[in-house]
Every structure is written in C-alpha cells, then in structure tokens.
C-alpha cells in the first residue's frame, strides 16, 4: 500500500527559509517519483519540482528555480524540499505527491513532470505561511 506522508511548515517571515520532507512508501524497487505542489488560497494548485529517485533527475516551476531545492535523503527514504528566501505569495498548502516512473519500452525513463493530474498518490498537505 503507497503512502505518503509530509511534514515540515509552518510560518516564517519574508526572507527566511523552511524545509518540508515527505516520505513516500509502498513502492516497488526505486521506480517512482517524488512532486511537490503547493495551493494558495483562492487559486489553483501549482507544481513546485519533482525528483526521479531512480537516477534523481530533477524539474523544477521555471519561477521557483534558484529558491527552492529538492533532493533525497536515500537511508531515510525520504525527499526534502528547501525553501530559501521566502516571499509572501509563497503562502499557501504545499502537498508531496508521488507515482511510478513512466519507462518506455525501450528502457528510456521520461523526466519526472510537476503535473499534479500524472499523480495518483497525495500526502495531506502542509502549511507554509510567509508574513512579516
């Protein structure tokens, strides 16, 4: 049984930095990758960067690069999501989210995409609240 669970968030004040964490189980071998969204009140959920954990290829929202990092901490199973330099409109709901690897049939995998409607399994979500 898949099951991903957050944890991290909360509130910090413009500048500062946070780190989320999710923890992604159930899968079979390390065929599965690991996204990040976030939902700001009154809009739509966004994808933030996703991580490939068979060879940790990573995408990241071309207007987060620079400030967000994701990366795996590969004895703990679990992916971390750095938020540095954090501005107000960062607020919002920040859910982990994960699914297998699409695999060609020619062995090719295909970058892991922040398209929440390519996955299947969702954490509960977490706070991130940027306020002076």
């Known amino acids: 049984q898949v099951q991903v669970v957050e944890s991290g968030g909360g509130s910090v004040q413009p500048g500062g930095s946070l780190r989320l964490s999710c923890a992604a189980s159930?899968?079979?071998?390390?065929?599965?990758?690991v996204g990040w969204f976030r939902q700001a009140p009154g809009k739509e959920r966004e994808g933030v960067s996703c991580v490939a954990i068979s060879d940790n290829s990573t995408n990241y929202a071309a207007s987060l690069k620079g400030r967000f990092t994701i990366s795996r901490d590969n004895a703990k199973n679990t992916v971390h999501l750095q938020m540095n330099n954090l501005k107000p409109e960062d607020t919002g709901v920040y859910y982990c989210a994960a699914d297998w690897e699409t695999v060609l049939a020619n062995g090719r995998r295909l970058p892991c995409q922040i398209d929440a409607f390519l996955y299947d399994y969702w954490g509960q979500g977490t706070q991130v609240t940027v306020s002076s």
């Open positions: 159930g899968f079979a071998l390390d065929s599965y990758v």
